[in-house]
């Protein structure tokens, strides 16, 4: 399974976008592979452009299977951000918190720098793009 990070979302959605984020998004839709939480929803819909965009991305991002963003997941992450700003390394809460969602469950599709300083400290399944 694929937890797609906003990051490869956004340049999916973009007319222009990289022709290689594209596939590779295709690919994981076509195989059904692609799960979500709710972090990563709330990111793209406030991306839309209007009413009838937010409406037709809500309903194809909340068709995907869901991934709760429950106490474990918060705990994860606060711990993750707790170990990694005491090496001065600091990644954002958002990142933290998508990181712990996908732990164990799924591998991260994603174009962000935080995730690879994540998994410098956990064993993250993550694939950058």
């Known amino acids: 399974m694929f937890l797609v990070d906003s990051s490869v979302?956004?340049?999916?959605?973009?007319?222009?976008?990289?022709p290689n984020v594209k596939e590779r998004v295709r690919t994981i839709l076509q195989k059904e592979e692609m799960v979500s939480c709710g972090i990563i929803v709330v990111e793209i819909l406030r991306e839309a452009k209007n009413e009838k965009d937010f409406?037709?991305?809500?309903d194809s991002l909340m068709s995907l299977p869901q991934i709760p963003i429950d106490d474990t997941v918060i705990e994860r992450a606060s711990r993750w951000g707790f170990l990694l700003d005491k090496k001065g390394k600091v990644?954002?809460?958002?990142?933290?918190?998508?990181?712990?969602?996908?732990?164990?469950?799924?591998?991260l599709l994603h174009s962000?720098?935080?995730?690879?300083?994540?998994a410098s400290i956990v064993d993250l399944e993550q694939e950058k793009i």
């Open 91 to 107: 990644v954002s809460t958002t990142d933290l918190i998508k990181a712990s969602v996908a732990y164990k469950k799924a591998c």
């Open 9 to 18: 979302w956004i340049e999916y959605l973009r007319p222009k976008g990289s």
């Open 55 to 58: 409406e037709s991305l809500r």
């Open 112 to 118: 962000d720098r935080d995730f690879g300083t994540i």
